[in-house]
């Protein structure tokens, strides 16, 4: 299993206990075969993860765990923050959506979505040879770059829906495609983003806040700023044009998760990505100033726009004892604009409330919205959003020397 979504192997847990609907459930043989990996299973070690697996798992899911916990043993009572008021009451919302039918597939969008995603592409390379290079090089990265919202939607399975097991699985091959067809790894991703979600800005669990030694987020932390050597004291000024250099690095890390996994496991994955950079590479021949500019691109859009809902704010500590929705309203920012950014960032900018319901369709989102600002004010949450450029702001001040920005009571 890979540690921080890097492939590097890690043994099994003994005695792997996690609590769920207030039953104490023992997980110890299911670390193998988890689908969201063992990781996952190892991070909620004698803790809650009712609200976890709500947020994640198909009603067919819920059948198997409800045959599980029968006869188990009843959870500490102290440890279950899914059955505290605001657990209860977060519930409650998300009963409204399903009833209100948000949950439900949204098939013209979806094809709006690929025509978005795919058509850049093939025009860019139509234009690359063409007398446009410049720009044709630009519209493939885009289409890279919106592939990745994409197909994170499709492996989120907020496409497909219903309970027939091949509609899940076309969820997986459509993703798996088109995180291919953009040069990443579904292995890779899934291991980052699925623990993400589950630890959102924990220290030590979520993997994508661990960008040290190349970026260390000193907010609130004197004695760690004190610690930085010259380079990092400088973070503040490369951290923008660093966001470029973000897809070799992905592209890099995909191959080192899939190098670490059994060939029988990940075959599909070598061979998809293999055509990829033979058409690629084929693609820019004679033109491999446009390829560094392409990837150039497509790492800075991405990386700009990730970087923009997490970073920036609060790290909590692994034992923080919140409910799913307090995590959310510490650890997450959306990024304002309207419909057009949501669209250009693949709902990415809807992050809130993408966290709290990962398996509504990104076209639904929209009208989440509404209902989750009145839930946080209702229960005295501070809803976190600002444009995408005070987004970048945040993230250079929690990078810079001196006094930490107030973010907690922000807007």
């Known amino acids: 299993m890979g540690?921080?979504?890097?492939g590097r192997a890690a043994a099994p847990e003994e005695g792997l206990q996690v609590y769920l609907k207030g039953k104490v459930v023992d997980v110890t043989k299911f670390q193998r075969s988890h689908p969201g990996g063992a990781k996952a299973l190892r991070i909620f070690k004698d803790r809650d993860a009712t609200e976890q697996f709500n947020m994640y798992h198909s009603p067919a899911a819920h059948k198997k765990l409800d045959l599980m916990i029968k006869g188990a043993p009843d959870a500490p009572g102290d440890s279950a923050v899914a059955t505290s008021k605001l657990g209860v009451a977060f519930k409650q919302l998300d009963d409204k959506l399903h009833e209100a039918g948000l949950y439900e597939?949204?098939?013209?969008?979806?094809?709006?979505?690929?025509?978005?995603?795919l058509g850049p592409g093939l025009l860019g390379a139509r234009l690359l040879h063409t007398g446009m290079p410049t720009l044709g090089s630009f519209l493939i990265a885009f289409s890279f770059y919106l592939s990745g919202w994409t197909a994170h939607d499709y492996l989120h399975h907020g496409v497909f829906k219903g309970g027939h097991t091949k509609l899940v699985k076309l969820n997986n091959v459509i993703?798996?495609?088109?995180?291919?067809y953009q040069g990443f790894s579904t292995e890779w991703w899934r291991r980052r983003h699925n623990t993400h979600h589950l630890c959102t800005n924990e220290a030590s669990n979520d993997p994508d806040i661990r960008t040290m030694p190349v970026f260390t987020f000193v907010k609130g932390k004197p004695k760690l700023a004190a610690a930085l050597n010259a380079v990092q004291r400088l973070q503040q000024y490369y951290y923008v044009p660093m966001m470029s250099a973000l897809?070799?690095?992905?592209?890099?890390?995909?191959?080192?998760?899939?190098?670490?996994?059994?060939?029988?496991?990940?075959?599909?994955?070598?061979l998809t990505l293999g055509?990829?950079?033979?058409?690629?590479?084929?693609?820019?021949?004679?033109?491999?100033?446009y390829l560094a500019f392409m990837t150039l691109c497509r790492g800075f859009m991405t990386g700009i726009v990730v970087f923009a809902t997490h970073y920036g704010e609060d790290v909590l500590p692994a034992d923080h004892g919140l409910t799913l929705v307090e995590q959310t309203a510490l650890t997450s920012r959306?990024?304002?604009?309207?419909?057009?950014?949501?669209?250009l960032t693949g709902y990415i900018s809807l992050q809130t409330e993408h966290h709290l319901f990962p398996m509504i369709p990104t076209a639904q989102l929209e009208k989440v919205q509404p209902l989750v600002r009145s839930f946080f004010k209702e229960h005295g949450l501070i809803y976190r959003e600002s444009n995408l450029v005070e987004c970048v702001k945040l993230n250079i001040k929690a990078l810079a020397l001196g006094d930490a920005p107030d973010l907690l009571h922000g807007h």
């Open 275 to 289: 055509l990829h950079y033979a058409v690629l590479f084929w693609l820019f021949q004679g033109k491999m100033s």
């Open 3 to 6: 540690k921080g979504g890097d």
């Open 175 to 180: 993703g798996t495609a088109i995180g291919s």
């Open 247 to 270: 897809d070799i690095y992905w592209r890099f890390e995909s191959v080192q998760v899939m190098v670490s996994q059994p060939l029988r496991k990940v075959w599909h994955e070598w």
């Open 334 to 343: 959306n990024i304002t604009g309207g419909w057009i950014v949501n669209v």
């Open 105 to 117: 597939p949204c098939y013209a969008d979806e094809t709006f979505k690929l025509f978005l995603t």
